[in-house]
């Protein structure tokens, strides 16, 4: 198998040292070293812009630097590298913080033979590869990863966040990150991070950040305390777009209703209108069988004014409270029939929510068969109780009964062969809406309509 090249940038101002490098590393089988040599640092960090290298070994003292500052200065130009730190101090607490810095191996000139520095560079070489394909979750993720420490101040950053927030880490690292954070949002940010101080985890927190050109962004926060080195693991998501879109949402949303309201709010009105010119022409009427019949249109009418009514007043403008509805249709009804005094309505209802489709139906049938009621039940001013029952009768659907204690149906009475329009507009309603109409007439007149919700 041919020999793999590898590429060394030797960073040595001792040219004894280096030459005697290059020979140590000339008899290693599981590689060709090419050596590109220098003696600054300088020089080595303008090496790195212009040549791609496998490996970095340098000297820690250097003519222009020396010390931790030449591998931090290596690391920051070339993360993706190893770096081996070839001295003449043998210092092991040296050796571990160059470790810290970035360094792969940290190896006493003199100290090391040919096998074990190129086995050495072998080891740190596929070392590298496997942290540089860990590290790019960091570097490459979309999503702004950081560490930071429990005190309130990023540790690390990745280019996500300099990307979203137009600030470089090391700005971002400088002061508290709370210094970043919206005014108005600072006080649950803090919330926030004791909590994570007491080990809890923090799931899809938003809150808003300020960016270096002056604009907001939102971010959702995902974090997790690592208490025993005082440092949060953090993915914020960028979530301003998905807020505007929101915003956008909720203000096409109150629009919409808004708009609804006012038709709602106009349709009653106009159909108020509406009874109202049925109320005038009334008055031209001489004959009291035919006034009685416009005050009975202006009574359909209102009923269904009362929907729009209470739709214009209902929290989603799609649904009502049927059994309110059930309550002012009574009272509006029972206006209707003054001289029916004696005549008590008691009203029980489940809370049932009704659309605008059955409810108008519903409603309607509700009208004539209460107005029958009091016009039939009760003749030469007799007392007597009308009982309006809704209940929902789950499976069945809803039942809704008119019950009165009155004379009772006449004993010819046929439900589907009646003439008269009242009865007939309950039949035709009742099977617009796929709903069944029972009757019976024991100690009075009883209606039962069952129904269900008509699908829109
Ligand atoms: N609750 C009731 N108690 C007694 N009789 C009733 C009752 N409901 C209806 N009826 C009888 O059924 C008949 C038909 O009722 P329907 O509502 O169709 O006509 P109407 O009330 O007489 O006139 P309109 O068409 O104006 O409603 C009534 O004339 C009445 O004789
Ligand atoms: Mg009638």
Known sequence: MEAKIIRILLIEDNPADAFLLQQ???DAEWATFEFTHTERLSS???LLKTNPFDVILCDLGLPDSSGMETVRQLHLKAPGLPIFV??????????????QEGAQDYLVKGQTDSTSLARAMRYAIERKRAENERDRFFTLSLDMLCIATTTGYFKRLNPAFEKALGYKSEELMAKPFIDFVHPDDRAKTLGQIKQLNEGQTTVKFENRYLCKDGS????????SPFLQEGLVYAVARDITENKQHEQGIRTS???KELLLKEIHHRVKNNLQVISSLLQLQAGYIKEPEFRAMFAESQDRIKSMALIHEKLYQSRDLARIDFGEYIRSLVRMITRSYPTKGGVRVTVTSDPILLNIDTGVPVGLILNELLSNAFKHAFPQDRSGDVHVVLENKKELG???????DGIGLPTDFV?????????????ILTDQINATLEFESVSGAEFRLTFREVKV
């Open 86 to 99: 070839l001295t003449g101090l043998a210092d092991e607490a040296l050796g571990a913080s160059a470790v």
């Open 253 to 255: 949303l109150e629009e």
């Open 216 to 223: 907001i962004k939102w971010l959702s926060w995902t974090a």
């Open 398 to 404: 809803y039942r809704l009964i008119i019950k009165d």
């Open 44 to 46: 080595g960090l303008q």
């Open 415 to 427: 439900l589907n062969s009646t003439n008269s329009l009242g009865l007939r507009l309950v039949k």
């Open 24 to 26: 140590t590393l000339r």
